[in-house]
């Protein structure tokens, strides 16, 4: 079983940066591909970035590819999502995600953190 909390969010402005943090428990972290996704009021989750098992690859839904950086740290049980020049249409509630193969599809995802809410006004 693996816990996830994140971290994080809050109410920006356009062009504003935040940083999600998702803490982990358990000590097989280093075992999952570790996904972010959002959710906004009225859509369906979409997937917005993932990184592999030891960090070194990473992949990005084009509507942030340039702007949002995922990173871990493996020694501290630690995901994190680096969101700059953020748009209004950013706005959503983000979860990170724990998979056991290589995927942007929500449904191979296993374990799933309660979100944390990013709101940015123009």
């Known amino acids: 079983q693996v816990q996830l909390v994140e971290s994080g969010g809050g109410l920006v402005q356009a062009g504003d940066s935040l940083r999600l943090s998702c803490a982990t428990s358990?000590?097989?972290?280093?075992?999952?591909?570790m996904g972010w996704f959002r959710q906004a009021p009225g859509k369906e989750r979409e997937f917005v970035a993932r990184i592999s098992t030891g960090g070194y690859t990473t992949y990005y839904a084009d509507s942030v590819k340039g702007r949002f950086t995922i990173s871990r740290d493996n020694a501290k049980n630690t995901v994190y999502l680096q969101m700059n020049s953020l748009k209004p249409e950013d706005t959503a509630v983000y979860y990170c995600a724990a998979a056991r193969t290589t995927t942007i599809r929500a449904i191979w995802y296993d374990y799933w953190g309660q979100g944390t809410q990013v709101t940015v006004s123009s």
């Open positions: 358990g000590r097989t972290f280093n075992n999952y591909v």
